[in-house]
């Protein structure tokens, strides 16, 4: 299915999620895979409130999510991560992940079904019920109907981008050829491309056009390149990004003052940032307060091992070094390790 210039922004994006959630409806019938996702979204939104992982509002998210954890009906589930309007990278890339991953598995049964022993049954009976906690038939089923679904968004998600590949070069080459830009063209290129597919994978229509949305971060990465979500980074003030777009700007230097008033998540009061960073508080009380902190997120794991109670009340998570294990691999599936 090509990408009609003439849709509009709903319409793509229907398009876009119909292939997205049809290859993630089969991981969620048949295995319970994507649990290990759910649970990390849960800790990366505990853990970095700067993040917005959805258009939705955060408790919202973290509602929806906790309660995707707690249901056993499949479907209800698969209605829960729709109606959460996550970020489309979280899912596709776990996906593909997970499709890559079990490549070799399709390939061994194929082979399997043709001449089945009993020694291969059990390899693939362990194997579906230790990465899926499912059956071999269903953990098969599931890869079988996903990648093809997921092969499909990826080709209407490209044939989108090219459509602002022309409009990326000519506002590459415009900024480029302005007088003291440092910018290199191919390197600017490359970073509004990233910020294009970003954007579609963050694009909610009900919050305006595409090509609208879409421009805005392809114009902000022509000065915030070094611009990065997942943590604290240097971020050039929004009063200052359109004067810098048009070159307009005599600002050089847009560092913050030690002494600027800060407030942490808001809710922490206002205080100066030499005092958060002083030296004068004695490790000792710190030491034993991180000490408190651990054994009050053990014992609250202990009494609530689904979490529900802990989001709502906003007790960080406890993970053993084996659940640490586990999310590294997962994470490292996604590339962020």
């Not at 004695?282 to 009494?303: C, G, N, R, S, T």
Request: hydrophobic share 35%.
């Amino acid at each position: 299915m090509s990408a009609d210039k003439n849709m509009t922004g709903e319409q793509i994006q229907q398009i876009m999620d119909m292939f997205l959630f049809k290859a993630l409806e089969p991981l969620i019938l048949y295995t319970n895979v994507f649990d290990a996702q759910v649970e990390y979204l849960l800790l990366l939104i505990a853990t970095n409130r700067k993040r917005k992982l959805s258009s939705l509002d955060r408790e919202v998210v973290v509602e929806k999510l906790a309660a995707f954890l707690s249901v056993s009906d499949r479907h209800q589930k698969f209605a829960l991560v729709r109606d959460t309007r996550i970020e489309r990278s979280f899912i596709h890339r776990f996906i593909r992940a997970f499709v890559k991953d079990t490549e070799g598995y399709v390939k061994d049964y194929n082979l399997f079904m043709s001449n089945p022993t009993r020694a291969q049954q059990v390899k693939f009976d362990k194997y579906a019920a230790e990465i899926g906690r499912c059956s071999r038939h269903e953990m098969y089923k599931a890869v079988q109907i996903s990648a093809p679904y997921l092969k499909k968004f990826y080709e209407y998600r490209n044939a989108v981008i090219g459509h602002y590949i022309k409009n990326n070069n000519k506002l590459a080459k415009a900024h480029t050829t302005n007088p003291g830009s440092n910018s290199s063209y191919r390197d600017l290129v490359q970073s509004i491309h990233r910020s294009v597919i970003t954007a579609l994978d963050k694009y909610d229509s009900r919050k305006g056009a595409l090509t609208s949305y879409i421009g805005t971060w392809a114009k902000n990465a022509t000065t915030t390149t070094k611009e990065h979500e997942y943590g604290i980074a240097y971020t050039v003030p929004q009063t200052q990004r359109k004067k810098l777009f048009e070159g307009t700007s005599t600002e050089v230097n847009f560092s913050t003052s030690l002494d600027a008033v800060y407030g942490g998540d808001d809710e922490d009061g206002e205080m100066g940032l030499h005092a958060v960073l002083a030296d004068n508080a004695p490790m000792e009380k710190d030491l034993e307060k991180d000490q408190q902190i651990v054994l009050v997120q053990k014992l609250a794991k202990k009494v609530d091992p689904l979490g529900l109670a802990r989001l709502s009340m906003d007790i960080g998570e406890y993970f053993t070094q084996a659940e640490r294990y586990i999310m590294f691999d997962h994470m490292r599936a996604e590339g962020l390790a």
